[in-house]
Structure formats: C-alpha cells, structure tokens
C-alpha cells in the first residue's frame, strides 16, 4: 500500500521561508518521479515542482522558478520542497504525489493526470 505524507508546512510570513518533505512507503522510492503540486481556496489543483527518480532533472511551474527548489533523498525515501521568498499567493495545501517511472528518467511530468498516488496534503500559509 502506498503512503505519502507531508510535513513542514505552516503560517509564515512573506518573504520566509519553509521545507516541506514528502515521506513514502509501500513503494520502490527510486522508480518513482516524485511531483509537488498545490490548491488554492476556490482554485483548481496546480502543478508546482517535478523531479525525475534519480534526482538529476527537474521542472518547475513559472510562478515559483528562482524560489522553489524540489531535492529528493532516495535513501530516506523523501522528497523536499524547499520555499523561499514566499508570497500571499502561494498560500495553498501542498501535495505531493507519485508517477511510476521505472523505464524512464528523463525530464519529468508535470502534468496532474500522469500521477498516480497522492497524499494529503499540508497547509501553507502565507501572510502579508
């Protein structure tokens, strides 16, 4: 059974900054490209970070590129979102989620349909 759970969010004030992390299990963490997407109140789910299974390709939205970064440990099966520079805009549950990879490696998916395994998410709250 697949889990993945979030942590690290919380209420900050713009312009600090937070690490969420991503902890999986019941999965083999490495064959997975691992995604970081978000949802607004009253907004539709968006894409915000990707990074492919072995860490070395990464995809960002262009509302975060420059204050974002996604890493991921495969050794602890974690995969982080470093947010700097926040903003009220970026006030929203952050998710992420999992797309089997196995056979690839290459630049990954940003697309919400493409991921198969989701947590529950974490609240950020940023304000002004």
């Known amino acids: 059974q697949v889990q993945l759970v979030e942590s690290g969010g919380g209420l900050v004030q713009a312009g600090g900054s937070l690490r969420l992390s991503c902890a999986a299990s019941?999965?083999?963490?490495?064959?997975?490209?691992m995604g970081w997407f978000r949802q607004a109140p009253g907004k539709e789910r968006e894409f915000v970070a990707a990074?492919?299974?072995?860490?070395?390709?990464?995809v960002y939205a262009d509302s975060v590129k420059g204050r974002f970064t996604i890493s991921r440990d495969n050794a602890k099966n974690t995969v982080y979102l470093q947010m700097n520079s926040l903003k009220p805009e970026d006030t929203a549950i952050y998710s992420c989620a999992a797309r089997y990879a196995r056979l690839y490696n290459g630049r990954p998916s940003g697309g919400i349909n493409d991921y198969n395994d989701w947590g529950q998410g974490t609240q950020v709250t940023v304000s002004s």
């Open positions: 019941g999965l083999t963490f490495s064959s997975y490209a």
């Open positions: 990074i492919n299974r072995s860490g070395g390709s990464t």
